[in-house]
């Protein structure tokens, strides 16, 4: 007998791509290339490729575990629902809900996300909140007012038809290495390639311009590219005119950032900078993708922003090929941002100060008027700094805050103060060591529900196996832990499509997104799909834009310094991102042998200029210092990365016990992306003659 | 031979998909080996040399080369001697892991190639950096690319 075979989401980036299980006798015996998916063709990335190790994998929590003085002690789900219980309860008795928190998971499905932030909501509290804070959060504060929607524009496969593509802080080569499918396919067309990036990325290697720009300071390259356009009158003044406000606005304030003045902040040369804004504006369609490089910034939400004037300027929205996409992480964190598991906002992006939003959803979840805070709850770094103070019990599903969170050493004093830490996950990650409780989740291939990807793409990942010993879905475990804490009557689901058909009318662009016709769509469906029969919608504002006079608003976007400058104490500037073999906290990557084959160690790029100055050599440890922390990591010496920069990929342990946890006023992002650091030797205490 | 494993370095991006789905297609052990560099990576594998080093190198005549699939290797013939491994120009030739371990190296997927399917590292790849493709497509498509440089 052949084996079944069974279609998966993959569990690892938002691209969403497509990968067949074969499944023998309820296991995983192997896995085949998905050639007939509309979404990747049968392409996969390394992690794609390693994404079978997550099953049956050694490492995996089988069994509920309790921490006790002598050590993990295992325990049977009644105990472990009814120690989280009452846990719980007691703290709500003591402090209230306010002193609750959860942090939710773009690892999970849509389905997980809705319940977790309606557990939290039915308790009282807002202080939900997922790891979309850490990356695009900006892009929902950025674009909410601009274009009336913070999410991709167009469909990732659009790439492939724009005339020019330009990168701004993004590396979608190494990040996202299958939706560069369709940027190589554009190339091949002759389309024009451009990449804003400090170091030499394997998204810049095809570029026909790279633009160097210094950490920190893409507002000043974004602003200068529009002044150029408008000063050589490129601009659409017709899509300007017929379909935008406050354009005046915008252009006076970039009326004096010249390329020249651009030159002195970014580093970047003016002609280059006059070159890369004449082949945007000209090249039509054009699309602008941003990323980490953009939000993660002290001002991410006005860097978003600034991307944002650039694309209505020269009237790349609403069409094919053209568009702004900003390129979310994870598989499922557009979904978890739609679910509402924000803490400012409600499933379908109702504001909880909104009277009308929370009405509705309390009338729809059947609970007392009022049940819902009328007050934004506390972000994901908010909560790890009241950790132990006003915030007393913390439920983590899926997050390893202890990696991924900003000012690490700060973090891990918060959770130690907890009364209570709950953490529900695939392994005992570094978070979940310090926690009192942990219960084994399963993985993507274990349980069946709805992901969204980057371009809201929304598509069904079935169960194809059980999971191992005595894991459970995350959606089994909060609907038990929920009928426990008194709320059984709005926790009646038994599958996910129950939960799905409450999220159909619960979130607007959902509503014809159900269960029956998702598991029916070999490509999924984009959101906005607002009725049974509507097609979805893969390009956005091709009518008008979802704003009160459905016109998009120009931003002036002023330029500010990023808050920790190199100095003489701290002279070179620390940046954070991505490798391609490793994927965020890497509690997935790094226990997947044939990816750390690929990239074994925490390291540090280092210019070759600086590390001869500072007598660093390549291959040996060096120490990392900022004002927070510091870390030793093996120095990569490569002229890829600019002269007074040293970059750290974040997936280990070190890297953001050094970052900066300052955050933009308004996204409450943390500024990761530029920190003053030094380096310093290391002692080598094993060194080899 | 007349069909090549064809690498178009200049649409690698170094995201080693081959590498990875080239180990687990092979049981762990990879043949294709990704090398990046500072503007670039190339993904390598065996290039069926028609006057193969490791061919030649053999004292037991285990690697043999066939005309139609490039170099095979006799298993019952090979005493693990690493010769092969010394000899292969491009490094790509080594010792399986642990006793027994015979010399490794690319077959283009003879398993796959029989049931009619791409070699696995071809179908992974997002970019085509590597496609399956005859002497005179490889060398219709150099002289394409590299006089479209010179002329664009």
């Given at each position: 007998m052949s084996p079944l075979r069974v279609r998966t989401v993959c569990?690892?980036?938002?691209?969403g791509c497509h990968l067949d299980l074969l499944v023998e006798n309820g296991r995983v015996v192997g896995m085949a290339h998905?050639?007939?998916?509309?979404?990747?063709?049968g392409n996969l990335c390394a992690k794609g490729n390693a994404?079978?190790?997550?099953?049956?994998?050694?490492?995996?929590?089988?069994t509920p575990l309790r921490r006790t003085r002598s050590g993990w002690e295992p325990l049977g789900w009644d105990d472990a629902l009814d120690l989280a219980a009452q846990r719980i309860q007691d703290v709500l008795r003591r402090?209230?809900?306010?002193a609750l928190g959860f942090l939710s998971s773009?690892?999970?499905?849509n389905e997980e996300n809705y319940l977790l932030q309606k557990l939290a909501r039915l308790l009282g509290t807002n202080n939900v909140d997922h790891c979309a804070r850490l990356c695009h959060a900006s892009t929902l504060t950025g674009l909410a007012p601009v274009l009336g929607t913070g999410a991709a524009?167009?469909?990732?496969?659009?790439l492939a038809r724009a005339r020019c593509l330009l990168f701004v802080g993004s590396n979608l080569a190494e990040n996202h290495p299958v939706a560069f499918r369709w940027v190589r396919r554009a190339k091949d067309r002759g389309a024009v390639v451009l990449v804003a990036d400090p170091r030499k990325t394997p998204t810049a290697w095809i570029a026909d311009l790279h633009l160097p720009v210094r950490p920190g300071t893409d507002i000043a390259l974004l602003n200068a590219l529009l002044h150029v356009i408008i000063r050589d009158g490129l601009e659409d003044k017709a899509f300007i005119r017929s379909r935008t406000m406050g354009f005046q606005e915008a252009a006076r304030a970039v009326r004096d950032a010249t390329p020249q003045w651009a030159e002195s902040v970014t580093g970047v040369p003016a002609r280059d900078i006059t070159r890369a804004a004449r082949l945007f504006a000209r090249s039509k369609p054009a699309s602008l993708i941003y990323c980490m490089g953009i939000t993660?910034?002290?001002?991410g939400t006005q860097a978003v922003r600034a991307c944002a004037d650039l694309v209505l300027a020269t009237g790349?929205?609403?069409?094919?090929?053209s568009g702004l996409i900003p390129v979310r992480g994870q598989d499922n964190v557009q979904g978890a941002c739609d679910m509402g598991a924000?803490?400012?906002?409600?499933?379908?992006?109702?504001?909880?100060?909104?009277p009308r939003s929370r009405a509705a959803l309390e009338a729809l979840w059947g609970?007392?008027?009022?049940?819902?805070?009328d007050r934004p709850g506390l972000t994901v770094t908010e909560m790890e700094a009241a950790a132990g103070r006003s915030l007393r019990a913390l439920v983590a599903m899926g997050?390893?805050?202890?990696?991924?969170?900003?000012n690490g050493n700060r973090v891990a004093e918060g959770l130690g103060r907890l009364d209570f830490f709950l953490v529900m996950d695939l392994f005992l990650t570094e978070s979940a060591r310090s926690a009192h409780l942990v219960l084994p989740a399963a993985a993507w291939a274990e349980k069946s529900g709805s992901k969204t990807s980057a371009d809201r793409r929304v598509q069904w990942s079935p169960r194809a196996v059980d999971p191992p010993g005595d894991a459970r879905a995350d959606a089994w475990i909060i609907t038990r832990l929920a009928r426990r804490l008194g709320l059984e009557p709005f926790f009646p689901y038994k599958t996910s499509e129950e939960v799905l058909r409450e999220i159909n009318r619960a979130v607007p662009p959902y509503a014809g997104i159900t269960p029956e016709r998702l598991q029916g769509a070999p490509a999924g469906l984009h959101w906005p799909?607002?009725?049974?029969g509507h097609p979805g919608?893969?390009?956005?504002?091709?009518?008008?834009?979802?704003t009160p006079d459905g016109r998009a608003r120009f931003f002036p976007v002023p330029f500010e310094p990023p808050p920790e400058s190199p100095d003489a104490d701290y002279p070179l500037c620390l940046t954070t991102g991505r490798v391609t073999a490793h994927y965020n906290s890497g509690a997935m990557s790094r226990r997947t042998p044939a990816l750390m084959d690929l990239s074994p160690e925490l390291f540090v790029e280092i210019h070759p200029d600086d590390a001869a100055r500072l007598g660093v050599r390549a291959g040996r440890r060096v120490g990392v210092v900022t004002r927070r922390g510091k870390m030793e990591a093996v120095a990569r010496v490569a002229s890829t990365v600019p002269r007074g920069v040293v970059f750290a990929p974040f997936?280990?342990?070190?890297?953001n016990r050094l970052t900066?946890?300052?955050?933009?006023?308004?996204?409450?992002?943390?500024?990761?992306?530029a920190a003053a650091c030094r380096l310093e030797p290391v002692e080598e205490k094993n060194a080899r003659a | 031979m007349d069909s090549f494993l064809f690498v178009d370095f200049t649409r690698c991006?170094?995201?080693h998909a081959c590498e990875t789905a080239c180990g687990r297609e092979h049981g762990g052990a990879g043949r294709l080996y990704v090398m990046r560099f500072e503007n670039a990576a190339v993904p390598l594998a065996?290039?069926?040399?028609?006057?193969?080093p490791c061919v030649a190198m053999c004292p037991e005549d285990a690697l043999v080369y066939d005309e139609g699939s490039g170099v095979g290797l006799v298993v019952e013939r090979?005493?693990?001697?690493g010769l092969c491994v010394a000899a292969c120009p491009f490094g790509v030739m080594r010792l399986g892991a642990g006793p027994g371990g015979d010399p490794v190296r690319?077959?283009?997927?003879r398993r796959r190639r029989e049931e009619g399917r791409l070699p696995v590292c071809v179908l992974t790849c997002p970019t085509q950096a590597l496609s399956v493709q005859g002497r005179a497509v490889v060398q219709d498509r150099r002289r394409i690319h590299f006089t479209g440089l010179r002329v664009s």
């Open positions: 569990p690892y980036c938002a691209v998905a050639v007939d998916s509309p979404v990747n063709g994404a079978l190790d997550l099953l049956n994998h050694p490492e995996r929590l089988r402090h209230g809900p306010n773009a690892k999970c499905t524009t167009n469909p990732l496969t659009d993660q910034h002290h001002n790349n929205v609403g069409r094919e090929g924000l803490s400012a906002l409600l499933p379908g992006y109702g504001s909880v100060m909104d609970c007392a008027e009022g049940t819902i805070p997050e390893n805050p202890m990696v991924t969170s900003p799909c607002p009725q049974e919608t893969a390009i956005l504002f091709q009518d008008g834009f979802p997936h280990f342990p070190g890297t900066l946890d300052v955050v933009d006023p308004e996204a409450r992002i943390p500024a990761f992306k | 991006i170094a995201c065996c290039r069926q040399c028609e006057a193969a090979c005493t693990r001697c690319c077959d283009r997927c």
